[in-house]
T-cell receptor, first 115, second 112 residues
Framework: GAVVSQHPSWVICKSGTSVKIECRSL??????MFWYRQFPKQSLMLMAT?????????EQGVEKDKFLINHASLTLSTLTVTSAHPEDSSFYIC???????????FGPGTRLTVT | QQQVKQSPQSLIVQKGGISIINCAYE??????FPWYQQFPGKGPALLIA?????SEKKEGRFTISFNKSAKQFSLHIMDSQPGDSATYFC???????????FGSGTRLLVRP
């Protein structure tokens, strides 16, 4: 099956700093990538959808200036959490779709802790 | 507005038993109904999926039953094993947008 990786798998940063999370499709070209946030014992909430070379589309209530998404190539999307605060601590998961567009392949997630 | 309602919130089953998780939705515009399995600290993985033109799909021990008129679909895990202990999410998707809308999740514990 298609493989999606994320880096880093976990990160700790201080309040006020920025942190970048990478999402890569390893063996297929991802036409669309999605970013989700998951709080402990809760469901996945879609944050934004990105297409290669286009601006990301953010879900209602997600601050686009705080969560910067760049989809520079067909295999790489990045999420940058700017001026992170403790309430941004969460599990961030990306997914990607390829040729079989109705199937989303998920990355292993990135645990962000803001101190 | 909650577009999909998943139940139960948690489920405990003995090894060898049948685990049943249910989801109900309102909007009939959805085209694709997948189930995802998630282990702690990991991303979700597609388990099985169905389209509304089929009433049932089986893959190994996993079966989706789909009731279009009732707008409900369920996941059945036959001969449940301790390794099946995980959180299961149903989801809805439209072909036009590819966006997934997840249910609230069911934490399954299979006791040896």
């Amino acid at each position: 099956g298609a493989v999606v990786s994320q880096h880093p798998s976990w990160v700790i940063c201080k309040s006020g700093t920025s942190v970048k999370i990478e999402c890569r499709s390893l063996d297929f070209q991802a036409t669309t990538m999605f970013w989700y946030r998951q709080f402990p014992k809760q469901s996945l909430m879609l944050m934004a959808t990105s297409n290669e070379g286009s601006k990301a589309t953010y879900e209602q209530g997600v601050e686009k200036d705080k969560f910067l998404i760049n989809h520079a190539s067909l295999t790489l999307s990045t999420l940058t959490v700017t001026s992170a605060h403790p309430e941004d601590s969460s599990f961030y998961i990306c997914s990607a779709t390829g040729l079989a567009v109705y199937e989303q392949y998920f990355g292993p997630g990135t645990r962000l802790t803001v101190t | 507005q909650q577009q999909v309602k998943q139940s139960p919130q948690s489920l405990i089953v003995q090894k060898g038993g049948i685990s049943i998780i249910n989801c109900a939705y309102e909007n009939t515009a959805f085209d694709y109904f997948p189930w995802y399995q998630q282990f702690p600290g990991k991303g979700p993985a597609l388990l099985i999926a169905i389209r509304p033109d089929v009433s049932e799909k089986k893959e190994g021990r996993f079966t989706i039953s789909f009731n279009k008129s009732a707008k409900q679909f369920s996941l059945h895990i036959m001969d449940s094993q301790p390794g099946d202990s995980a959180t299961y999410f149903c989801a809805l998707q439209m072909d036009s947008s590819y966006k997934l809308i997840f249910g609230s999740g069911t934490r399954l514990l299979v006791r040896p």
